[in-house]
């Protein structure tokens, strides 16, 4: 039985006041709490048991170096990929994706070469393409979303010309909680021999995630919105494309030798790691998907789908409220906007009063933002640890922001 209650009490900073009331956390969509377990970890790690990874002889290196290199298989055992090897450490999604597009794409893209990215993109699945475009004549081509903000594979597909080298897709738009069915976009992508990168930020963080029933190339996530630390994350990549990828960043740990005129390699996935990693944020990030996986991550996605629910139903009752994007069973990120002059920086600012805390801006999205035909919206994004009650106190404060603007 999932207890929120209980669940709540795993995280300190809940149970603080923000504005004289009891803190709402609705902005995991930027950014997760962290559950006792994962702070634990890193004090830990600091006080007990730190030193280099890799590089040692002496006791406290080869203990962290162990804690930090089991974190690579706690992360393949929550991707449901079957080999440690595959992943990739980084500091992020946005480390991944430049990992992706430098190490991989970049080498194998001539002018006029395509990539196939959708309008719900992050910024982070949007600039490092950008670059390519810029440097090497690349073109982006783009697939727009629906009328209720959802992704139709088959128009993504349908986008995949002889030219294309690579679709570039997210699972979950973070600013309106669209799921994309990226199983499908890869198979179709496949079957025309175009590889597939997901961004799995947003989508790893709310329902089960298997790489091999997904069946793409890369799936990059980011450890802050996991309940981890941030600086941490990891991409998987699929073991015939990693063989394909030069080195990204050149330093200590990825090398096998260096000369005057030489040097060699570390076999992957370490010739992707180089320099000092975020060996405590890791080892951090691996507490946390260890605490996910206790809880179930389908127990998680039954909680936020009643939530989501919950909350459509208590909008409804607000003819002055738009909601960017209903597509059916999208996750629990609500991108809102009000009817009238208020600007989403207002209403942010009214419900932090009120101890609401969400995100107003452009959320990393400026091409949805202007396919949606906003320039901001205040958004809403749930949590494991969320409450109806806490979806209620948003809605008062939402009436509230309705008095005083409306
Ligand atoms: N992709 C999506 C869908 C996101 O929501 C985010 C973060 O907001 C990112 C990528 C970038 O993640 P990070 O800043 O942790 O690298």
Redesign the pocket.
Known sequence: MYDVERIRADFPILSREVNGKPLVYLDN???AQKPRVVIDAITKAYSQEYANVHRGLHYLSNLATDHYENVRGIIARFLGAPDPEEIVFT???????NLVSYAWAAPRLTAGDEIVLSVL?????IVPWHFLRERQGAVLKWVEPEADGSLDPQKVIDAIGPRTKLVAV?????VTGALVDVAAICRGAHDRGVPVLV?G???AVHRPVSIPAIGCDFY?I????LYGP?GS?AIWIARERMAEMRPFLGGGDMIRDVGRDTVTYADPPMRFEAGTPGIVQQIGFGAALEYLMALGMENVAAHEADLRDYAMARFKGLNWLNIQGTSPGKGAIFSLTLDGAAHAHDISTVLDKKGVAVRAGT???MPLMEHLGVTATCRASFGLYNTRAEVDRLVEALELCHELFG
């Open positions: 969509g930027a950014s500091s992020g999604t946005t480390e991944g994706i993109e992050h910024h982070a699945n997210t699972q979950m738009s973070n961004d930020s947003q989508g990059a980011t450890g802050h919105k941030s994350g959320h990393c999205a």
